[in-house]
């Protein structure tokens, strides 16, 4: 964890959640749901996401894991858990997409499960997000759905990938 960079914006790093985070933090899953999911998913699939990424969810995943929030300067840019071998709630402000953030916060959150011994990780794979998990080296296992009533479906992928116990590095580039 630490420092990733210092430029023209200031500093950007990781670091772990703090309660005081929660409201940043579900401000900015609730934005990024909002910008990246209306319009893939049905509305009650978006408010199955944001009820399972609310402050009490996010909550009890702090106290059953580790959640790692991504800062420039004082903002919350981005965010993500690892419970168990799981990771959970990977969002990055949309207007931060595509610059390594994402990359970043899945960095960390893959060593910190090496570290805790973990040889592979699992994750939920968003309809949005399948061509950012394969790039990252994640073996999409095959389609699920969930109902969420009315006749509406949350679709996703089920994911893992293999981990190198011993020389997995955090990589922790400077980002813009």
């Not at 023209?8 to 409201?23: K, L, M, P, S």
């Not at 858990?81 to 990977?90: D, K, M, P, T």
């Not at 949005?128 to 990252?136: D, N, Q």
């Not at 089920?158 to 116990?165: D, E, T």
């Amino acid at each position: 964890m630490g420092e990733l960079g210092v430029g023209q914006r200031g500093r950007t790093y990781i670091r772990e959640f703090r309660e005081t985070d929660a409201g940043a933090v579900v401000g900015l899953i609730h934005r990024t749901i909002d910008a990246c999911y209306t319009g893939v998913y049905p509305p009650r699939a978006i408010a199955f996401f944001k009820d399972l990424h609310s402050r009490n969810g996010l909550l009890e995943r702090s106290r059953s894991g580790v959640i790692l929030v991504l800062e420039r300067n004082t903002d919350v840019i981005g965010t993500g858990a690892l419970v168990e071998n799981e990771i959970y709630g990977v969002f990055v402000e949309p207007e931060m997409h595509g610059r390594g953030c994402g990359k970043a916060i899945m960095r960390e959150l893959e060593s910190r499960a090496v570290a805790r011994g973990h040889g592979e990780v699992e994750l939920s794979v968003s309809l949005p997000s399948r061509g950012f998990y394969e790039a990252l080296g994640y073996e999409i296992l095959g389609e699920a759905s969930m109902d969420v009533g009315e006749g509406q479906a949350l679709c996703f992928w089920k994911a893992r990938k293999s981990l190198r116990i011993s020389g997995l590095c955090a990589d922790l580039r400077r980002l813009p």
